[in-house]
């Protein structure tokens, strides 16, 4: 194709396989290319936790190291070196859980989709060259369904090189975080 631009793409973080199945998106129909050649123009960081269902009292200490400590440090360490391997006009995005909205059997998952969510939004207020988005799929795998990557491969496309598209939370979840914010009194 005369003047097509290929993105360059490369996925790094947790291996949850949601990244993945967002690049196999990305790939197959939005002109990216997977390479381990850098600078990329698109770095997808997997930063999505695990589901838990211990309440927060019955936690060992090292339940609370390994799902909220650990996967913390994790996503610092991994994001700054992220930073390396973008292009100046590139884009990070985090790809995380809804989780961080909180709910009283996952207390540890929350925190640390929290700070995934900060993160993501602090990158994402400093003057570019740092470009940052987060997009936020169901921390409940079975609440993910496939076209729910091929809507993240499209919003990822979106904020690819944008100068504009920075710090957004983009959910995925059908507006259920939207729930997550009445209360009920009486």
């Known amino acids: 194709?005369?003047?097509?631009?290929?993105?360059?793409?490369?996925?790094?973080?947790n291996g949850s396989g949601v990244a993945e199945a967002?690049?196999?998106?990305?790939?197959?129909?939005?002109?990216?290319?997977?390479?381990?050649?850098?600078?990329?123009?698109?770095?997808?960081?997997?930063?999505?936790?695990?589901?838990?269902?211990?309440?927060?009292?019955?936690l060992s200490d090292e339940d609370f190291e390994r799902l909220y400590l650990a996967p913390t440090v994790r996503l610092e360490r991994v994001?700054?070196?992220?930073?390396?391997?973008?292009?100046?006009?590139?884009?990070?995005?985090?790809?995380?859980?809804?989780?961080?909205?909180?709910?009283?059997?996952?207390?540890?998952?929350?925190?640390?989709?929290?700070?995934?969510?900060?993160?993501?939004?602090?990158?994402?207020?400093?003057?570019?060259?740092?470009?940052?988005?987060?997009?936020?799929l169901p921390i409940e795998c079975d609440r993910r369904h496939p076209d729910m990557f091929g809507d993240a491969a499209r919003l990822a496309l979106a904020v690819t090189g944008s100068e504009t598209l920075c710090g957004l939370r983009l959910f995925l979840d059908g507006a259920a975080h939207l729930a997550s914010r009445h209360v009920e009194y009486g």
Not at 1 to 13: D, E, T, Y
Not at 95 to 108: I, N, S
């Open 79 to 136: 994001t700054a070196m992220a930073r390396t391997l973008i292009k100046p006009s590139g884009s990070l995005l985090l790809v995380g859980t809804d989780a961080y909205l909180g709910k009283p059997e996952g207390a540890p998952q929350s925190a640390a989709a929290g700070s995934t969510v900060i993160l993501g939004r602090s990158l994402g207020r400093m003057d570019p060259p740092v470009r940052c988005n987060i997009i936020l």
């Open 1 to 13: 194709m005369v003047g097509a631009r290929f993105f360059s793409l490369k996925v790094i973080g």
């Open 22 to 58: 967002i690049a196999e998106r990305l790939t197959k129909g939005h002109d990216f290319t997977e390479t381990e050649q850098g600078p990329f123009d698109l770095v997808m960081i997997d930063a999505v936790d695990e589901e838990g269902d211990t309440p927060f009292l019955e």
